[in-house]
């Protein structure tokens, strides 16, 4: 049920994401990042955003997972480079809900075997 429930909380979240994104606009209108990163820096603050994103996800278990407000740690990216940053954090998330609930399934199992 928890897969289910994440899977269905990232289908929302790319869906509000994407028609928040949808402004017809010019570029103009969207708030740039102060400054871009080196390249060492962009993974490290892409590592920090996409660590935000998984515990938001976390934070908010069968609950929508908001792309908006931006965490703290992505205010300097992109928006495409957050985009992507959000996606792998809640794949991050995730994966570690699956992993934890086999690790109960696992003790459950164990614990039955006795």
């Known amino acids: 049920m928890g897969t289910r429930t994440v899977q269905a909380a990232a289908v929302l979240a790319i869906t509000l994401l994407l028609t928040g994104c949808s402004t017809?606009?010019?570029?103009?209108?969207?708030?740039?990042?102060?400054?871009?990163?080196a390249a060492a820096e962009k993974a490290r603050v892409t590592r920090a955003c996409v660590d935000a994103i998984a515990d938001r996800a976390a934070a908010?278990?069968?609950?929508?997972?908001?792309?908006?407000?931006?965490?703290?740690?992505?205010?300097?990216?992109?928006?495409?480079?957050y985009l992507d940053a959000y996606m792998k954090g809640l794949e991050q998330a995730h994966r570690?809900?699956?992993?934890?609930?086999?690790?109960?399934?696992?003790?459950?199992?164990e614990g039955g075997e006795s």
Not at 24 to 35: F, H, L, Q, R, Y
Not at 96 to 109: H, L, R, V
């Open 24 to 37: 017809g606009g010019d570029a103009s209108d969207k708030s740039t990042p102060t400054g871009t990163p």
């Open 60 to 81: 908010h278990k069968g609950g929508a997972v908001r792309s908006h407000p931006v965490p703290a740690p992505c205010a300097r990216l992109s928006d495409a480079d």
């Open 96 to 109: 570690a809900a699956k992993k934890t609930s086999q690790g109960e399934t696992g003790k459950a199992a």
